[in-house]
């Protein structure tokens, strides 16, 4: 009685060793670190951080190591003095073309992360970072959504050949169409009712013209609202993800605000530089009806606008956008099967695949302009060329526009849904244009109307405190056992053990982010694996009470109690789910770390204890059980 065959045991030993490799990694903390980035136009190579780490050198600031991935280059220090003054002098060296920002690097040993065994990932109370609360415009969008709306007026009526004068957004809000017959008016605005759905419609004549006044109702605002929102959230997390900031928090708050958690990230000013890299096409027809040299010379047309190739040279395009950046589905750098230059497909969505199509049918022959645009976020400075601070000494930050022409092709002949982007410089260039287009355009501009960073220090102290915190209740809840159960208290503390190693184990497998709630989950935790093995010692007490043999005792103690353990906590489970589903930010923390420790607890409180006390006590005869 009370003996598991040789198979238990091993796996229980397998588990453990296990639980204990792949938890091993969050006792080595991190070291500070810089992070060298590249822009559109550089790369970070061999030769950058050779740069760099020369630069260290002469310098004299030691550095733990370096490592260069595909995301950029990554140099470790011993302490965030040295960090500081390394970021300083790599940003000197390399320029405006890289971004060089403070971040923390776990510290894992190599043979630990040849394993594939990493730390698990710490929010923003834990690890330090910056916290942004973004504002979307939304009267951008409602801008933005009645340009589109015009557009689609104009083609249907062209398409539906309706006669009228003009059809133009206002800038006060709303679509004015005028027409110069009532008939004419009369069916344009049942047409429009029926092939444009969204809009109400008003009428009025002024002038011997009959008017029709379009603008968007209360579902289609609200629907472009939340449409811009969501957005704006899965373009904001595409973009922090893959410029290599790991873990980020983006949450909608409110009817049109954003909170973007970016945890590790030291350096605000770096950190809204890359929230603030947008990018987008704009795709325009080349004026070649008017003189290139004298709108060069200052004398713009009217309807047209001078930009610049990227060498330089002017070029005239007509304003009119035919698609945008919010067309594009889906980019892939790749090389041209025929010249082997670098080059970036582009997929556009079924309208834009539309308006393509029928744009290059018509102008076979003529030149297409591919128009690059960036919005980068820029220091403020002042006539000395210093940084402007505000009242509480933050760096205040303007939004400049920078806008190129990439190329502008001949239209050799009619494109469709995809069409590739040619002349630029290098594979890196490539990649990175793909990268920024496909994380997507912002459907409406944001402004950052709080900021806060939470240090390193600030962190450290929650992590030193919640780890305090559950070291006094693990001893508690160890001495108390011991005092109470005797023997068994001290088997339920082994099992206890057994259970915060796997649980931080399972956690960083995950790569699970750890929060102070998570924290609180993992406590809750503790105590419920303890409930769990009480009601196992409390249930042999009471069959030794009814006279049963001790090994019978044990034997009925933990079958007998095991369907109260698996109601308790199943219970449990499903309230933490609960939490998980209807729950936000450190709601979810402390709903994920609840659920992972209630499973872990069923293993280590049943059949961990179980197999410790069939070590002890199995197969012998005994007079007394120590419970």
């Known amino acids: 009685m009370n003996k598991y065959p040789l198979w238990k045991y091993l796996l229980i030993l397998a588990v453990l060793a296990i639980g204990v490799v792949y938890g091993l990694p969050n006792v080595f903390g991190e070291y500070p670190a810089i992070q060298i980035s590249p822009t559109r136009t550089t790369k970070v190579d061999v030769t950058t951080l050779a740069r760099v780490e020369t630069v260290l050198i002469q310098a004299k600031l030691p550095y733990q190591g370096a490592l260069l991935d595909d995301k950029g280059a990554k140099i470790r220090f011993a302490d965030t003095e040295i960090q500081i003054r390394a970021r300083d002098l790599a940003q000197k060296e390399l320029g405006d073309g890289y971004t060089v920002a403070l971040n923390l690097l776990p510290a894992t040993p190599s043979w630990l992360s040849a394993l594939g065994a990493k730390p698990m990932y710490l929010g923003l109370d834990l690890r330090g970072g910056v916290h942004f609360l973004m504002q979307v415009d939304m009267r951008a969008v409602v801008k933005k959504a009645e340009e589109?709306?015009?557009?689609?007026?104009?083609?249907?009526l062209r398409d539906k050949k309706v006669r009228y004068l003009t059809v133009n957004r206002l800038e006060t809000g709303g679509i004015e169409m005028r027409f110069r017959e009532q008939s004419d008016r009369e069916t344009a605005r049942e047409t429009i009712k029926k092939e444009i759905p969204g809009l109400e419609i008003a009428e009025s004549e002024r002038a011997n013209e009959f008017i029709v006044m379009?603008?968007?109702?209360?579902?289609?605002?609200?629907?472009?609202?939340?449409?811009?929102?969501?957005?704006?959230?899965?373009?904001?997390?595409?973009?922090?993800?893959?410029?290599?900031?790991?873990?980020?928090?983006?949450?909608?708050?409110?009817?049109?605000?954003?909170?973007?958690?970016?945890?590790?990230?030291?350096?605000?000013?770096?950190a809204k530089e890359i929230l603030g890299r947008t990018a987008t096409l704009e795709i325009m027809m080349v004026d070649e009806e008017h003189d290139l040299a004298s709108a060069a010379a200052g004398n713009v047309p009217v309807g047209s606008k001078l930009y610049k190739m990227r060498d330089g040279r002017p070029i005239l395009l007509k304003n009119r956008v035919i698609y945008s950046g919010d067309n594009i589905v889906d980019s892939a750098p790749g090389f041209d099967s025929q010249t082997s230059q670098p080059i970036v497909s582009i997929t556009l969505d079924s309208r834009g695949a539309a308006i393509n199509q029928r744009v290059t049918g018509e102008n076979v022959g003529k030149r297409m302009a591919v128009v690059y645009i960036e919005t980068k976020s820029e220091p403020k400075l002042d006539q000395s060329g210093k940084p402007v601070l505000d009242e509480q000494g933050r760096e205040l930050r303007v939004s400049r526009r920078v806008e190129e022409v990439i190329t502008a092709p001949v239209i050799r002949s009619q494109l469709g849904k995809r069409f590739q982007i040619e002349g630029l410089d290098s594979v890196p260039e490539a990649n990175e244009l793909s990268l920024l287009l496909r994380a997507g355009a912002l459907a409406a501009p944001v402004d950052i109307i709080e900021e806060r960073t939470v240090g390193p220090s600030l962190g450290q102290e929650n992590i030193d405190q919640g780890v305090k915190a559950t070291l006094i209740g693990f001893v508690a809840v160890v001495v108390f056992m011991i005092v109470y159960y005797s023997g068994f208290g001290l088997i339920a503390n082994l099992a206890l053990l057994l259970n915060g190693i796997l649980l931080v184990a399972v956690l960083s497998m995950f790569q699970a982010t750890l929060t102070l709630p998570g924290i609180a989950g993992i406590l809750l935790t503790l105590g419920m694996a303890v409930d769990a093995n009480v009601l196992i010692n409390e249930r042999i007490r009471e069959e030794l009470r009814n006279g049963n043999t001790p090994q019978a005792s044990i034997h009925a103690g933990y079958q007998k109690a095991f369907g109260t353990i698996a109601d308790a906590n199943i219970t449990t489970l499903i309230a933490a789910m609960m939490l998980f589903n209807f729950g936000t930010g450190p709601i979810k923390g402390f709903a994920i770390t609840l659920s992972i420790g209630i499973l872990t607890t069923m293993f280590t409180a049943v059949m961990g204890a179980r197999a410790i006390t069939n070590l002890a006590f199995g197969g012998r005869r005994i007079e007394k059980v120590p419970v």
């Open 148 to 156: 589109s709306y015009a557009d689609d007026i104009r083609r249907t």
């Open 214 to 270: 379009a603008k968007l109702s209360q579902t289609a605002l609200a629907e472009k609202a939340r449409f811009a929102l969501e957005q704006n959230m899965t373009s904001l997390g595409n973009r922090v993800n893959e410029l290599g900031v790991a873990e980020p928090v983006i949450q909608q708050q409110g009817a049109d605000r954003i909170v973007v958690q970016l945890p590790g990230v030291q350096d605000t000013a770096k």
